[in-house]
């Protein structure tokens, strides 16, 4: 298994400090994550630091964004190999009642065939319910 470093290194990423950090709370989460909850757990870094960081990881495909509905961007760790393009989307899943949201990687979308000339960058497909600790 890579250490952090390597991971971030493997992706094109200088690792510093707090690249590092927020790396591993990537990792350590269940689910995806805002940068409010991000920024929860780290007392001493700039909200501003933590964007860009965020922003750093999406552009070199070490994260991926999704916009759940809520209003809030939340963030999760792509797999290793992933280009984050279209044919590579999955499903998410926002729980309404914890407000945790959850990559569904075991279940691709179907191919979306689009009109001829139409380009698409970015599929955002969401079921919304109650995830497996709050339907008990």
């Not at 929860?40 to 909200?47: L, T, V």
Request: glycine letters at 2%; proline letters at 4%; hydrophobic letters at 35%.
């Amino acid at each position: 298994m890579q250490n952090l470093e390597q991971i971030l290194e493997a992706r094109k990423i200088h690792p510093t400090a707090m690249r590092i950090l927020v790396l591993k709370q990537l990792q350590m989460s269940e689910h995806a994550v805002s940068l409010n909850e991000l920024e929860s757990h780290f007392e001493q870094a700039d909200k501003t630091t933590l964007y860009r960081t965020l922003k750093t990881f999406q552009k070199h495909k070490l994260v991926h964004s999704i916009e759940d509905g809520t209003g809030s961007v939340k963030y999760a760790l792509c797999d290793e190999n992933c280009e984050c393009m279209p044919e590579e989307s999955h499903l998410h899943f926002h729980c309404t009642r914890c407000s945790s949201t959850f990559c569904m990687k075991e279940l691709n979308l179907p191919e979306v065939k689009l009109p001829k000339n139409f380009k698409p960058y970015e599929i955002n497909f969401i079921v919304k319910g109650l995830c497996d600790k709050c339907s008990v």
